[in-house]
């Protein structure tokens, strides 16, 4: 769940503050809810059928549907390392490490966390990078937000502005992201666990949710504090944009070792996930053998090769592509039309790959579909206008 306050999402909550303030706290609090519903039923699909997403989409719908999810999820993979790449160079550049040191180190090191044989090694190297994001909470004390601001930002959301309601769009696109669906799923099985465990897992999905939301929150209270203060409306694209921002409030270095330490925390844990959910998806649609709990051998080569290229494919477009930001902005719109395929699979599934009782019925049903429906309808609001055809 740390994987989802990526850097891209990180540069989407400071952007909320500092061009909307406090308005875009509340919309961060009802988004809880409607990631812990999309999240919590890939653990039960897990653990219930002990198949991937992948694996129950071709055995319940056929090797082309596999393909037309996975194929897709793995471009969409790719795609979200450009993000967390363009992250990891714009941290190294703002200490003035080039992006041709700061990259394939990165990509080295997220290569090599995935071979060593554990699933619960790499877990925990996961949680200990993405808990870097958590120094946004000091960052929060220091620019002493206005709890009566805070207050009335709660009770005004400006749904008839066009463009709070496109910033919006971004925010849940930040939120629900394809890769995820797969990944959780693919984790509950790579973590062996038992329909006794559904309970925890539950908690700690909601845990999950809370926490990455809370960091949301305090990266939108940071910079509606500050910049969102001083300077309304100023336009943040990279890291670099997010620092300067920050200077005259942080000083120079504060602002550099904060957006530094969170940006390459977030990108990182980001990055692991994203090519693992990717790598697991095309796996489970051709049968491949594919855990993080063996070491690679000809058994699961072509699982690590698939892990290992999407790494290189991200690393080398970030290398030489001179617009990051537009990257960027693709991979969002990516995302976006993406979210009805992935969504729509986890609805059907849920109610057709497990047994009765531990299916959704009534109010439950028809809450989850409902915003399950909203989230496909903001991310697809968001794709006219991110492309400038409105």
Not at 39 to 66: C, D, P, S, Y
Not at 98 to 118: E, N, Q
Not at 147 to 157: E, F, K, W
Not at 327 to 349: K, Q, S, Y
Request: proline share 4%; hydrophobic share 55%; aromatic share 8%.
């Amino acid at each position: 769940m740390l994987a989802d306050t990526d850097a891209g999402s990180l540069i989407t909550a400071a952007q909320s503050g500092s061009e909307w303030g406090y308005r875009m706290v509340l919309p961060q609090l009802v988004l809880i809810p409607v990631l812990f519903v999309v999240q919590e039923m890939t653990v039960r699909l897990g653990i219930l059928t002990n198949k991937g997403q992948g694996a129950l989409i071709r055995e319940h719908f056929g090797r082309g549907w596999a393909l037309l999810a996975a194929m897709p999820l793995f471009a969409s993979g790719v795609g979200a390392l450009f993000t967390e790449y363009a992250g990891i160079a714009g941290v190294g550049e703002l200490f003035g490490v080039p992006r041709a040191l700061t990259v394939p180190v990165a990509a080295a090191f997220l290569i090599g966390v995935a071979m060593t044989g554990s699933y619960r090694r790499a877990e925990r190297i996961g949680i200990a990078l993405g808990l870097a994001e958590l120094v946004f909470i000091p960052a929060v004390v220091m620019a002493h937000p206005s709890l009566r601001a805070i207050g009335q930002g709660l009770g005004h959301v400006p749904l008839g502005n066009s463009s709070y309601v496109f910033l919006l769009a971004a925010n849940m696109g930040a939120v629900i992201m394809p890769w995820m669906v797969f990944y959780q799923q693919g984790a509950v099985l790579d973590k062996g666990l038992l329909p006794v465990n559904i309970p925890s897992e539950r908690r700690d999905t909601a845990v999950g949710a809370v926490l990455t939301q809370t960091i949301m929150i305090v990266v939108v209270l940071t910079f509606a504090a500050t910049v969102g203060r001083a300077h309304v409306g100023t336009t943040l694209h990279t890291v670099t944009d997010m620092s300067s921002a920050l200077r005259p409030f942080l000083g120079a270095i504060g602002a550099k070792v904060l957006l530094g330490t969170a940006v390459l925390g977030a990108a990182l844990v980001a990055a692991l996930v994203a090519s693992l959910a990717g790598a697991w998806g095309i796996s489970e649609v051709f049968g491949w053998t594919h855990t993080l709990n063996e070491r690679p051998d000809r058994k699961t080569a072509k699982f690590y090769i698939t892990y290992g290229l999407a790494h290189v494919l991200g690393a080398v477009i970030v290398l030489i592509s001179l617009n990051l930001v537009k990257l960027v902005i693709d991979v969002e719109v990516m995302n976006a039309l993406l979210l009805p395929i992935v969504l729509g699979f986890l609805l059907v599934l849920e109610a057709r790959a497990l047994p009765s009782e531990h299916r959704m019925h009534g109010a439950r049903r028809v809450v989850a579909t409902s915003l399950c429906l909203v989230v496909v309808v903001f991310g697809l609001f968001m794709v006219p206008r991110t492309l400038g055809w409105v």
